[in-house]
């Protein structure tokens, strides 16, 4: 082995561990120096890794860029919350989807919370105060989304092509539940929760 690191010897150690038929393992100082330094790089490519965003269509160079935006610097971002949270059991997909989330609705990313599918039954029980019916700030033409309530109730009876057509298009949202209602299914919604 070659090292760079003047203090490496060609030493072995011994790592604790033998192999099926009982003799012990030893490894050489520098094996076990580069295997220490490696973790934190092993792990950033294992979290990256799980939810690539790279295309076999695309050249490389936008491969790497996509890769170094979408997947290391999220990755970063996510130890980097998760150093300073440490409270906070969030996953990576949620991490990014609730940067998603802040990035397309303009909200302030202090408000990350774990996704509904981490929260157990007993996290779910609501108060009517803590949700708010808000209204997005913006041209109407890139912002209306349909309404929440008025598809799931047109789905009880339309297609989803139908329900979706008559379902009210508007700027409104609740940010706990994080879905847009009109202000009618709103209140029907939340005082169900009550």
Same mark, same amino acid.
């Given at each position: 082995?070659?090292?760079?690191?003047?203090?490496?010897?060609t030493?072995?150690v011994?790592?604790?561990k033998?192999?099926?038929?009982?003799?012990?393992?030893?490894?050489?100082q520098?094996?076990?120096?580069?295997?220490k330094?490696?973790?934190? @790089?092993? =792990?950033?490519?294992?979290? *990256?890794?799980?939810?690539?965003? $790279?295309?076999? +269509?695309?050249?490389?160079? #936008?491969?790497m860029?996509?890769?170094?935006?979408?997947?290391?610097?999220?990755?970063?971002?996510?130890?980097?919350?998760k150093?300073n949270?440490?409270t906070?059991?969030? @996953?990576? =997909?949620?991490f990014?989807? *609730?940067?998603?989330r802040?990035? $397309?609705?303009? +909200?302030s990313?202090?408000? #990350?919370?774990?996704?509904?599918?981490?929260?157990?039954?007993?996290?779910?029980?609501?108060?009517?105060a803590?949700h708010?019916?808000?209204?997005?700030?913006?041209?109407?033409?890139?912002?209306?989304?349909?309404?929440?309530?008025?598809?799931?109730?047109?789905?009880?009876?339309?297609?989803?092509?139908?329900?979706?057509?008559?379902?009210?298009?508007?700027?409104?949202?609740?940010?706990e539940?994080?879905?847009?209602?009109?202000?009618?299914?709103?209140n029907?919604?939340?005082?169900v929760?009550?």
């Amino acid at each position: 082995m070659i090292s760079t690191k003047p203090s490496h010897t060609t030493a072995l150690v011994d790592i604790r561990k033998t192999t099926p038929s009982g003799e012990r393992i030893m490894k050489s100082q520098v094996v076990v120096d580069y295997n220490k330094g490696r973790q934190g @790089t092993d =792990l950033s490519d294992q979290l *990256s890794a799980y939810y690539t965003c $790279l295309k076999r +269509s695309v050249k490389w160079y #936008l491969n790497m860029a996509f890769e170094l935006i979408f997947g290391t610097s999220i990755v970063n971002s996510y130890l980097i919350y998760k150093e300073n949270y440490t409270t906070s059991n969030i @996953t990576i =997909l949620q991490f990014r989807e *609730s940067l998603v989330r802040s990035l $397309l609705l303009g +909200s302030s990313s202090k408000n #990350l919370k774990p996704g509904s599918g981490q929260q157990s039954t007993s996290q779910t029980k609501y108060k009517l105060a803590d949700h708010k019916l808000e209204e997005i700030e913006g041209s109407a033409r890139n912002i209306r989304r349909r309404c929440t309530g008025c598809y799931e109730e047109g789905r009880k009876q339309q297609s989803r092509e139908a329900s979706y057509a008559a379902a009210k298009k508007l700027k409104t949202f609740c940010s706990e539940c994080d879905k847009f209602f009109c202000l009618e299914c709103f209140n029907k919604k939340h005082q169900v929760m009550k």
